[in-house]
């Protein structure tokens, strides 16, 4: 796995927008839920977005309304856009596949959590006030 912030890297104004990408080819999106994380500097991991095989979404309270997140299984390719940033969502972000925590229970995990799947190198999102 692997996550990016687009061409112009992960550094945007509060209120403004951008959309991260992890590419998961080599993944059945029928087998894995796929799930975004983030983690600013001095706090824990937190969980932001995943997406079930069977297409249901599930946001944690801090981006719901503002975040949304899809697939494109022919691509290979999870999407986070992300919208009206805010200097709080300042945070590396990272994504995940898991065979197992279906549902929410992704974004319910520790944040010492061992057990996923697989693990993404984390690409870093600054929000500027």
């Known amino acids: 796995l692997g996550a990016a912030a687009g061409v112009w890297g992960g550094l945007v104004q509060a209120g403004g927008s951008l959309t991260l990408s992890c590419a998961a080819s080599?993944?059945?999106?029928?087998?894995?839920?796929i799930g975004w994380f983030r983690q600013a500097s001095g706090k824990e991991r937190e969980g932001v977005s995943c997406?079930?095989?069977?297409?249901?979404?599930y946001y944690g309270d801090s981006v719901k309304g503002r975040f949304t997140i899809s697939s494109d299984a022919a691509k290979g390719t999870v999407y986070l856009q992300m919208n009206d940033l805010k200097p709080e969502d300042t945070a590396v972000y990272s994504c995940a596949a898991d065979a197992h925590l279906f549902g929410k229970s992704m974004l319910m995990i520790s944040s010492d959590y061992g057990g996923m799947d697989y693990w993404g190198k984390g690409t870093q999102v600054t929000v500027s006030s």
């Open positions: 997406i079930n095989p069977d297409g249901r979404v």
């Open positions: 080599g993944l059945r999106f029928d087998d894995y839920v």
